[in-house]
């Protein structure tokens, strides 16, 4: 067994403290790979995708990028200790002098995750896989089942766009912003959680990652999908692709019990697929009195949550949530139908379901009495935008953006919906990343502006934006901060600048309002089943 150290100062992904060495030719056994002589004795011990972060006794993953070719960087890997190279027939061509050993696969992405995961032993045979889809609402399901878990006595892992975590600790690793990481990072991430005492795995599943095979290799107990609406398609093109790629989760060969929400469109082609195909432990959520999880009932707590009835194959049950909005009812009712699936008794899952609290998700800003509810959300999609909105009651106000170098087409719908459902919208900038800001607003502006009624305004940057819209407010108002939640920087022309939404909010009211004392409702309280 050898002991996975780092020898630099450079930022790596997490990698797990011992891992016992394999075979080149044992990684690979069974994968369509053409292997170098002596793959028998090669020994492994860790992969790597990024050159720069290669270890001794790893092997190095030489992919086609949308710049180079990976395998370009295969004598720098070589330097580093690297001891083969799994790649493309191009890749292999590149490499030839590299002074490594090759292995050459069709298919490098797959090759990659299942190599990946008998290099780490296979970590998540040992333990409860769930894993979740959609368009919006994985980031709440995950961390709703991640409470319910924790309070029927799991030791659990998450995974996904907050980051990831053991025991609702943050674990320490560089990371990039992509919800699931690739497929040798992940692997490695496992094995960690795995090591640090974790049973149980909760893990947003992203389009690219399904579309990337990053998740090949990874068997998951229960799978859920929430829903699908636009985002993405500067990737995927078009939203039939989109959805497909989100499908390929729910293939037998991925999941063992699948939990579909019947009241999305997208969901009933999957269902009807899924019966077809003769799939067994399918079971659907929504509001649909035909749904096997329906919810029967829901009205919100004075807490600002809601109180749901949910009728289940068993029987009907009742408790609180501490998030507002339909949405998140529908939410709630996933969670309940994954817990099921996983055999979690439900007596004991409940209370951490009830107490559970996601960051940037509907979280309330409490800025003290006589001042507006100020809610923060990720919301960064048209159905988001809507859904987020329709949760808040009375005269509300949105400060909205829409981010650079993604889906352009998205931004005029965004201000659509915004306008549709406040009574004022002040529109500003997200993440613009390299394009003028101005030019993005001015594409969710001319989707709000043809909406009539609704006041409309030129927010500019985002602080600005947000004071604008505090100024506005009055005490009773809500205003919803949509489209970063729990970022904390703010992405231009390259830089990350430190910026977060619940501190910006508190610093513009403190400012206009020096006596105000916000109290504090972190834990808010909720009502018994």
Known sequence: MTTNQNPTNRPRAARPAHVQPISLAGAADGLSVRLPAGADHLQIVDVYLDSRSVLPGSLYVGLP?????????????????AVALLTDAE???LAADAGLPIVVAEQPRVAMAHMAARVFGDPTRDLLMIGITGTNGKTTCAFLIEGALIAAGHRVGTIGTIGFRLEGEPLPSSRSTITTPESCDLQALFAVMREGGAD??????????LALDRVEGVHFDVAAFTNLGRDHLDFHKTQEAYFEAKAKLFRPTMTSRAVINGD????????????AAGAPHVVTTGFDPERDYRVLDSTPTIEGGEHIELATPGEAMAFDIALPGQYNVANAATTIAVLAQAGVNLDRAVPGLEKALVPGRMQRVDLGPDSPRVYVDFAHTPQAVESALSALPGRTLVVLGAGGDRDEAKRGP???????????????????????????????LAGARQVPDTEVIDGLD?????????????????VAILGKGHETTQEINGVLHPFNDVTVVQQAWT???PDAAPADHEKPRTRGI
């Open 200 to 209: 149980a795995i909760v893990m947003e599943v992203s389009s690219h990652a």
């Open 511 to 513: 400012s206009d309002h």
């Open 264 to 275: 999305d469109p997208w969901g009933r082609i999957l269902v009807e697929r899924a019966d």
């Open 91 to 93: 890749g292999a061509e």
């Open 414 to 444: 965004m201000g659509v919906a915004a306008a549709r459902h406040a009574d004022v919208v002040v529109v500003t900038d997200d993440n613009p990343r390299t394009e003028d800001p101005a030019t993005i607003r001015a594409e969710v």
């Open 462 to 478: 985002r602080r600005h934006a947000i004071g604008l819209a505090l100024g506005m407010a009055h005490a009773g108002d809500a």
């Open 65 to 81: 990028g949308t710049r180079t070719h990976g395998a370009n960087f295969a004598a720098q890997a070589a330097a580093l200790g």
